[in-house]
T-cell receptor, first 110, second 115 residues
Framework: QKEVEQNSGPLSVPEGAIASLNCTYSDRGSQSFFWYRQYSGKSPELIMFIYSNGDKEDGRFTAQLNKASQYVSLLIRDSQPSDSATYLCAGGGSQGNLIFGKGTKLSVKP | DTEVTQTPKHLVMGMTNKKSLKCEQHMGHRAMYWYKQKAKKPPELMFVYSYEKLSINESVPSRFSPECPNSSLLNLHLHALQPEDSALYLC??????????????FGPGTRLTVT
């Protein structure tokens, strides 16, 4: 069974802090990983994807992938209340499908 | 342009009705997807079309019938649904999964209520 595991939270951080979101995956064949942000009642919005070991930065967001440890993370620097949402980690399946974790709810307190 | 559009935004239907959900993308993507999402759960894959051919059917009941008329359009035909089918139905598209990177872009979804 191919799985992606995330801590469901809620994760609460103060405004301006770094939020760290983590997930682990079971399928060593997965090559690509994706982070989606989902506001309540809205659809998932792609914010980062990564397929090489190491770090990938885009503005306030940094995705990290460690294939040896089967671990993916997302760091959000200078967190804002508007970052409060559920963050979904997903791994790419062998047929292009995505295998989602259950999501981590992030709350950024002003 | 990373836009995927879906119509209608909301749909209320009875258990004997027949309705269709529509999805359209103009990004030149060759893979399209239907997902179902219940409250506080992640999206659950239903169907995958790759190059307009059905490549994955995740054992979805036959009351859901997908159709891909061309590379830009994806429909989901609904018939004799049950109240437990009430959910947010999401369409997504991506480049065909021939490489390591095939990020999927989601439409806004159709909120379906079955009465």
């Amino acid at each position: 069974q191919k799985e992606v595991e995330q801590n469901s939270g809620p994760l609460s951080v103060p405004e301006g802090a770094i939020a760290s979101l983590n997930c682990t995956y079971s399928d060593r064949g997965s090559q690509s990983f994706f982070w989606y942000r989902q506001y309540s009642g809205k659809s998932p919005e792609l914010i980062m994807f990564i397929y090489s070991n190491g770090d990938k930065e885009d503005g306030r967001f940094t995705a990290q992938l460690n294939k040896a440890s089967q671990y993916v993370s997302l760091l959000i620097r200078d967190s804002q209340p508007s970052d409060s949402a559920t963050y979904l980690c997903a791994g790419g399946g062998s047929q292009g499908n995505l295998i989602f974790g259950k999501g981590t709810k992030l709350s950024v307190k002003p | 342009d990373t836009e995927v559009t879906q119509t209608p935004k909301h749909l209320v239907m009875g258990m004997t009705n027949k309705k269709s959900l529509k999805c359209e993308q103009h990004m030149g993507h060759r893979a399209m997807y239907w997902y179902k999402q219940k409250a506080k759960k992640p999206p659950e894959l239903m169907f995958v079309y790759s190059y307009e051919k059905l490549s994955i059917n995740e054992s979805v009941p036959s009351r859901f019938s997908p159709e891909c008329p061309n590379s830009s359009l994806l429909n989901l035909h609904l018939h004799a649904l049950q109240p437990e089918d009430s959910a947010l139905y999401l369409c997504a598209s991506s480049q065909a999964p021939t490489g390591p990177s095939y990020e999927q872009y989601f439409g806004p979804g159709t909120r379906l209520t079955v009465t």
